[in-house]
């Protein structure tokens, strides 16, 4: 019946990939419970399909098995079987579904579509009544109701919480001598005593240089801290590949120099095992692009694989809603700002610095030197700027590196700079502790 429709009005839909995520279920049925947590029946185009899986869940529920048995059975019973197009149709599904491998990439897939035909269908409504010459006042009001519609339909909207001073004090000390009441390290002493002792869940903090003044290597650093103490962290690489990151992890942790890496390949090897058993995972994504599926990819790695630390290299890179640099990196700032919020985690936001800042004479960043918004400044909880000395000019000792905080919005700024040691081959910076920090310091 859809097939017949031209193909410039056809619904986005993957017919196809409907077919093999129900062959999926009649497979395996257990991976039922993980689909049903990305699709629901009503995100499947194909009239048949929504009837099949929606038998399917019914099945799971009342503790049915589901095969190529009991689904038609099932179906038959509530008179449906017709509808999903007969058994020979489910038994046609199961065959030809080649792997299960893949059901979560396609269950992803067939969610898209399915949002993507609720943005087209309330666009398609407004534009309908633009062309019947609805007044403006009426529009405006129609699109603020689909806007709420929409954020129903694709899950982004939820209820604003209240609760009390009272109650949110008596949570806060309860959480006063636990983990989760410990500021978290950044990975460099120094300025972690510079900045109050850490960070906190919850928090933005952004850390902006110029191009090849290391901001990847100090995520990558504060990534090693988090991981070494046992918490999974979550990068969006939109500057380096895995395979780079990979090999700067492997800088950090191996002692065999660069240049004699091919005679030491056993090892290497050695190390690199030795990273992954003495560190928790650090799952890395690439090729994001836009700010919202960058997003979607850190909500996923807290939820999943419960990540406690997510790093974002950098935010000029994402795309955003926007006609220009910066109202795109305003709205990539507010968005993420939310989602540490949402989720709770601190979130490092790597920011390039403008070109303007390389005729200072001393070069110092401050807030405005930011690329791009007043936004980051603003939404940013903890703001940090690293200058490579050397990158500037060639005479500079090469091993000297500098931190600068210039923002802190939840506690003092006990230092404003931090001068500390590089060693690039290795790919750290010595950031050591000051004489007079104590534990005192990360308790808030």
Partial sequence: MHANQPADVM???????????????????????????VVAAADFYEPQHQTIFRAMVAMQGDGIP???????????????????????????????????????????????????????????????????GVPTKSLIASAQNRLADLQKELGLSKPPQTTTLASAAKKRAAAIGTKAG????????ELDYAIGGGVRDGEMIIFGARPNHCKSLVALQSIHE????GDACVIISEEMTAETLGERTLLFSSDIPREDWDENKIVLATDAELYEQTHAACYVVTGSVHCARAIEQITKAVQEYGAKYAVVDYAQLLESPGRTEYEQVKATSAAMKRCAIALNIPLLLLCQLNREIEKSKTFIPTNKDLRGAGQLEQDADVVIFGVWPHRLNPENNATDYQFFVTKNRNRPIRKAAVPCKINPSRQYIDATKPSNYTDSFDRV
């Fill in 66 to 132: 589901i095969d190529l048995a009991t689904v038609p059975s099932r179906l038959a019973e509530q008179r449906e079987l017709a509808a999903a197009g007969g058994t020979g149709y489910i038994v046609d599904c199961c065959r030809d579904c080649p792997t299960t491998l893949h059901y979560k990439f396609w269950a992803n897939e067939i969610l898209e579509k399915s949002q993507l035909r609720m943005l087209k269908y309330h666009a398609t409504e407004l534009l309908d009544d633009l062309a019947h």
């Fill in 182 to 189: 410990m500021l978290r390290k950044l990975g460099f002493p």
């Fill in 11 to 37: 619904p986005p839909a993957n017919s196809e990939f409907e077919r093999l995520l129900l062959g999926c279920v009649l497979l395996k049925p257990q991976l039922l419970t993980e689909i049903r947590d």
């Fill in 226 to 229: 988090q991981t070494l103490l």
